[in-house]
């Protein structure tokens, strides 16, 4: 059992950044691939980044390439996701999720793949 607790949201203007954090509880987190995901009002949830539990391999979404970064701590339990030159389709809440995995190298993409997911933190960008 993971519990997730995401924090760091808030309102920016175009052009800044924004640290979100996932807060890990449960013994499996280190051998948990992890995700963040995005939901805006009236669209569908989708895929931001990933990244494996060995920290190995990080995914993310073409639209957030080059300006987003995921990163882990697997001492402290914490997942981070670093966004920089935020644009105003950015703004949404944010989830963070969380999959058991043998495989050091997997970091999925998708809804489907994940087992646990925290509450979410809103993430508004003003143009």
């Known amino acids: 059992q993971v519990q997730l607790v995401e924090s760091g949201g808030g309102s920016v203007q175009a052009g800044g950044s924004l640290r979100l954090s996932c807060a890990a509880s449960?013994?499996?987190?280190?051998?948990?691939?992890m995700g963040w995901f995005r939901q805006a009002p009236g669209k569908e949830r989708e895929f931001v980044a990933a990244?494996?539990?060995?920290?190995?391999?990080?995914t993310y979404a073409d639209s957030v390439k080059g300006r987003f970064t995921i990163s882990r701590d697997n001492a402290k339990n914490m997942v981070y996701l670093q966004m920089n030159s935020l644009k105003p389709e950015d703004t949404a809440v944010y989830y963070c999720?969380?999959?058991?995995?043998?495989?050091?190298?997997?970091?999925?993409?998708?809804?489907?793949?994940?087992?646990?997911w925290g509450q979410g933190t809103q993430v508004t960008v003003s143009s």
């Open positions: 999720a969380a999959r058991f995995s043998y495989d050091s190298s997997w970091s999925p993409s998708g809804n489907r793949e994940y087992d646990y």
């Open positions: 449960g013994r499996t987190f280190s051998r948990s691939a």
């Open positions: 990244i494996s539990w060995s920290g190995g391999r990080k």
